[in-house]
């Protein structure tokens, strides 16, 4: 039985394919990524050349070249935020973010740079577009919210948000939604979007990037090696190139290739899932924190329990079920002020395409059983 | 009608493998090679065609939006 449920701080199970191809690399085929022209450099240069294509797809743009493969999501966020934001800006984001997009945003108002602050959100996080254009000021140069939350699995509608606020760059960050939910950066008009590899994408850990619609606007976070435009003591100006100094992950990035060419069949279908919070939400003793319109729900959900803390939850999951969960704030003290569990945090599901019906059904009853 | 070989430089390795790919697609004969000294001193690939398939090679990287330079290899 798997009952690894905390796949949205990394994936587990992988496809078999990914533990197979980092093998071959590092063991048979070797090679770093276009700095020279013998087979095996070609051969690994092509594959991270294939890797960016696949990721275009998957994210629905049609210019894989504006995608910049960085060690992971946090780094693509920062190098964007820092990239983008010069002094005297302001920044818009959700209620429900990440560190990742935090923690840059504060250092940067710490170090008196900018200023940011929080859009109006319905009680589950999502925003409220009717009133975004409110928040908005004459030195607003970017808007930088999550798709999908990671404490409650909310995803926002960001074709909406960019209708809202018009010509003003959009930053999302995929991080928990590019793998296992649409997502249409071209067709929603979005500017920069930050991924990782680990979560939905079922890749290794170490890999992600960023989509930079503008290169232009965005400095470089990292300086060196490019194997291009080697002459200049100044990185190049084109992408991916200005934005990828040093020897990228290739090692990573032939299990990320291979995990999005092997892509599972989900064994449980929406329904099943639906059918599962519906179960969780008959125990009265808990709040079940999850998209209040399941047509926004990801695959996440969390709960908070009337007397047990989050870590208590946890440990007997673990302990009576074998249920592997996450505890405490996930890393996101503003979705939880939001939505009422700061600073106790709540306890976290999220669900892998190989969970069976079985499984989740299996969890169902554990949930019901701990929160008695 | 002589065939020379030329050499065609790409922007960035991503471009030259793009470049590649087209030409094993179309069955354009090409070699990617180590960009040659004389023309940069880049540590970077470039691929080399013959001076017929350039043509044709040329006119796809720039409906591609790529930026090529052609050299005709001596």
Known sequence: ?372 | MSENREIMLFQNIRQVIKAELWCVRVKIPVKVIPVPKPYSTECGLCLEVSNVDADRLEVFAGENGMVVRRITRN
């Open chain 1, 1 to 372: 039985m798997n009952l690894y449920f905390d796949n949205c701080a990394t994936s587990f199970p992988k496809p078999s394919a990914v533990a197979e191809a980092m093998s071959k690399h590092l063991n048979e085929t070797g090679g770093t990524y276009g700095r020279s022209a013998y087979p095996r450099i070609l051969h690994s240069t092509r594959l991270v050349e294939e890797c960016r294509d696949q990721l275009a797809v998957w994210m629905g743009t049609s210019d894989g070249g504006k995608i910049v493969l960085t060690a992971n999501a946090t780094t693509a966020l920062n190098l964007m935020i820092q990239g983008i934001c010069k002094k005297g800006g302001h920044v818009l984001t959700s209620a429900m973010e990440h560190n990742a997009i935090a923690r840059p945003l504060q250092h940067l108002c710490q170090m008196g740079l900018i200023e940011w602050e929080l859009l109006d959100s319905a009680p589950d996080g999502r925003i409220l577009t009717e009133k975004i254009a409110a928040k908005l000021r004459p030195n607003t140069i970017l808007v930088a919210v999550c798709h999908m939350s990671n404490v409650n699995g909310m995803a926002q509608s960001p074709g909406e948000i960019k209708k809202a606020i018009g010509d003003i760059p959009l930053l999302i960050d995929a991080s928990q939604s590019l793998g296992s939910h649409p997502v249409e950066v071209d067709h929603w008009g979005v500017d920069f979007l930050a991924f990782t590899g680990h979560k939905s994408l079922l890749g290794p850990t170490g890999t992600g990037g960023a989509f930079i619609r503008h290169p232009e606007m965005v400095e470089p976070l990292i300086f060196g090696g490019t194997g291009s435009g080697s002459d200049s003591l100044s990185m190049p100006s084109f992408v991916p190139d200005r934005f990828e100094a040093g020897t990228p992950n290739i090692t990573g990035i032939h299990g990320l290739n291979a995990a999005l060419k092997n892509c599972p069949v989900a064994q449980h279908s929406r329904d099943d899932f639906s059918a599962l919070l519906n179960e969780v939400r008959k125990n009265r003793n808990y709040v079940v924190r999850c998209a209040e319109d399941f047509a926004h729900q990801g695959k996440l959900f969390s709960v908070v329990h009337q007397s047990l803390s989050s870590s208590e939850l946890a440990l007997q999951f673990y302990e009576k079920f074998g249920i592997e969960s996450r505890a405490g704030l996930h890393c996101a003290p503003l979705a939880h002020r939001h939505l009422g569990s700061f600073p106790n945090g709540d306890c976290r599901f999220s669900l892998s395409p190989y969970h069976t019906p079985e499984e989740l059904n299996y969890l169902a009853k554990a949930i019901h059983d701990v929160g008695k």
